[in-house]
Every structure is written in C-alpha cells, then in structure tokens.
T-cell receptor, first 113, second 111 residues
Framework: EAQVTQNPRYLITVTGKKLTVTCSQNMNHEYMSWYRQDPGLGLRQIYYSMNVEVTDKGDVPEGYKVSRKEKRNFPLILESPSPNQTSLYFC????????????FGPGTRLTVT | SQQGEEDPQALSIQEGENATMNCSYKTSINNLQWYRQNSGRGLVHLILIRSNEREKHSGRLRVTLDTSKKSSSLLITASRAADTASYFCATPLGNDYKLSFGAGTTVTVRA
C-alpha cells in the first residue's frame, strides 16, 4: 500500500531535549516536505526536499533541521525544542512530475513542556 | 506568510445540500489546489486548477478560479455525512515547490 508513515504519532517532551520525528514514504517520490499545523494558522511549510541531499527552507524553518540521505526518508530534527514548537506536524511527499498532488502522513502531535 | 485565506471559517449544512467555500490569495499564481482533512488525519489532495482554467469538476466537486479577483471557490454538491471535514486551499509561494495553505473551512454535514 502506497503510504507516508511518521513516527512517533504522539510525543510529549521537555524544553531543550533533542528529538527526531521520522518520515518515510514507499512511493519512490523525489519531493518530500514537512508542515506544522496550528489552530487558526492552517499548515505552514517548514522544510522541503527535491531529492537526495537537496533541502530548502519553507515558510517557518527556524528551530528545525532536516536531512535527506536516502530517497525514502526525511527526518525532522528539533535540536532544542521550545514550547512554541508544540504543534501537529505532517510529512508529505510527491513525485517531481506531479508534485502538486502531495500525499500526507498521519501526523505527529508534539507537546513541549 | 499565508498566501491564501478561506471563507467562511465554518459551515454547517444539512445532508443533500450544497456547500460552497471560498479562497482568496494575495499574489499571482500558476495553480491552486484544494485539500480535505478529516478530523485528526493527514490532508488528502482533491483537485488542482491551473491559472489558465476557469472551472474544473471532479465528481461532486466543482472548483472555479478568478485570477482577476485572486479568488477560488469550492462547491460540494449533494453533500453527505462523509464530507464532514476541513477544506484547505493551497497556492505556490515563491517557487512552485513552496506551498502556502490557508487556515481552512470546517464543514459539518448534519444527517
């Protein structure tokens, strides 16, 4: 089954404790992206990647890092999480040829206390 | 910065009625997309309309685009309970690979 998976689905952590949210897709998509969703603000793009070793900033990249060492994986790293990073995070992927049709993962709800 | 804004924020209709929501955006675009999000789930791509198109249909969905007014509308005809969800418009921000989503319209279809 074609899908985008994220782990963990739920995470409660404390300020400053480094964490990684993993994202994996099995559709051989070149394009992958991370979004955060906050009430009243919709989805905001954090980072995206056009292909392996190619990443670029989205709308709200501050406080986040990403890497794209393999085509299928696109982890989101919070080196020193802060309470304002409490949010619902989505990973998405698409083919470059049809990159407008993005496939979304189920989401990761992160709480930073 | 958010490019698109949906209106209304929330909509409640009876099953069988039509639901219409609008999206306004700020800068010129070459396409606009609509997505659906069921409660607690990821977004699902519904339809894309290009700047040279005025109207597009997909099943019970009808999307219009007015580039002179920088606005789009999504019409769901003969709504069903399963259409209860949040609907988002998305537009390219800067280059095509940066997408901007609006805050969404929450649609509730009453049985």
């Amino acid at each position: 089954e074609a899908q985008v998976t994220q782990n963990p689905r739920y995470l409660i952590t404390v300020t400053g404790k480094k964490l990684t949210v993993t994202c994996s897709q099995n559709m051989n998509h070149e394009y992958m992206s991370w979004y955060r969703q906050d009430p009243g603000l919709g989805l905001r793009q954090i980072y995206y990647s056009m292909n392996v070793e190619v990443t670029d900033k989205g709308d709200v990249p501050e406080g986040y890092k990403v890497s794209r060492k393999e085509k299928r994986n696109f982890p989101l790293i919070l080196e020193s999480p802060s309470p304002n990073q409490t949010s619902l995070y989505f990973c998405a992927s698409s083919s470059i040829r049809n990159h407008y049709e993005q496939y979304f993962g189920p989401g990761t709800r992160l709480t930073v206390t | 910065s958010q490019q698109g804004e949906e209106d209304p924020q929330a909509l409640s209709i009876q099953e069988g009625e039509n639901a219409t929501m609008n999206c306004s955006y700020k800068t010129s675009i070459n396409n606009l997309q609509w997505y659906r999000q069921n409660s607690g789930r990821g977004l699902v791509h519904l339809i894309l309309i290009r700047s040279n198109e005025r109207e597009k249909h997909s099943g019970r969905l009808r999307v219009t685009l007015d580039t002179s007014k920088k606005s789009s509308s999504l019409l769901i005809t003969a709504s069903r309970a399963a259409d209860t969800a949040s609907y988002f418009c998305a537009t390219p921000l800067g280059n095509d690979y940066k997408l901007s989503f609006g805050a969404g319209t929450t649609v509730t279809v009453r049985a």
